[in-house]
């Protein structure tokens, strides 16, 4: 079974502290996906990573993707209240590109 | 990215009882995709459904119980047969797009199933 361990699962902080989230695996991916999903809505996708020691930026976001692509981060740099949701990360399988394994979700709360 | 809407956004049912989810899409897709998203759970792929074939289940989930239809490139069904209260979850579909050499998943906002 091919597992990507989210961490953390529950995060509190304070407005304008920084954060990372990590997604690890033992499987290679041929790309990764960051989404931010609230309540009543689905996931919105804010990324994918394609290869190996990828770095993308988006606003206060940062999205790293391995060397070996079996990890990822996203680090949020000065947290709003707006940054609130639950982040999920979902990999790509080599053998399957169109199949996603999600994470377990990392739940956010930015407090003002 | 792609626009894709689902009726209903929410409903409860009782148990024993069925509930058909649509899944409609704003221009042709080969995938969708449906996945169940039990409470505070992450994402769980229930099956894949190509137009013009079966659907493709996951380990856990079997055609009687999560039926699916795929009549055209727009649209797709799932439903959740004899409902009992541990079906209780969001179901969302989704599709793909070609993005370089990988695709990239967007997501319906999803139906919320309650089972009484």
């Known amino acids: 079974t091919q597992l990507l361990e989210q961490s953390p699962q529950f995060l509190s902080i304070q407005e304008g502290e920084n954060l990372t989230v990590y997604c690890n695996s033992s499987?290679?991916?041929?790309?990764l996906q960051w989404y931010r999903q609230e309540p009543g809505e689905g996931p919105v996708l804010l990324v994918t990573?394609?290869?190996?020691?990828e770095v993308k930026k988006l606003k206060r976001l940062t999205f790293q993707f391995g060397d070996a692509r079996k990890d990822s981060s996203l680090h949020i740099t000065a947290a709003q209240p707006g940054d609130t949701g639950l982040y999920l990360c979902?990999?790509?399988?080599?053998?399957?590109?169109?199949?996603?394994?999600f994470g377990s979700g990392t739940r956010l709360l930015v407090r003002p | 990215s792609a626009v894709i809407s689902q009726k209903p956004s929410r409903d409860i049912c009782q148990r024993g009882t069925s509930l058909t989810i649509q899944c409609q899409v704003d221009?042709?897709?080969?995938?969708m995709f449906w996945y169940r998203q039990q409470p505070g759970q992450s994402l769980t792929l229930i099956a894949t459904?190509?137009?013009?074939?079966?659907?493709?289940?996951e380990s856990g989930f079997v055609i009687d119980k999560f039926p699916i239809s795929r009549p055209n490139l727009t649209f797709s069904t799932l439903t959740v047969s004899n409902l009992s209260p541990e079906d209780s979850s969001i179901y969302l579909c989704?599709?793909?797009?070609?993005?370089?050499?990988?695709?990239?998943?967007?997501f319906g906002p999803g139906t919320r199933l309650t089972v009484t």
């Open positions: 989704s599709v793909d797009r070609p993005r370089g050499t990988t695709y990239e998943q967007y």
């Open positions: 499987s290679v991916f041929s790309s």
């Open positions: 990573v394609v290869t190996g020691g």
């Open positions: 979902a990999g790509a399988l080599m053998d399957s590109s169109y199949k996603l394994i």
């Open positions: 221009s042709q897709v080969t995938m």
């Open positions: 459904a190509n137009q013009g074939s079966e659907a493709t289940y």
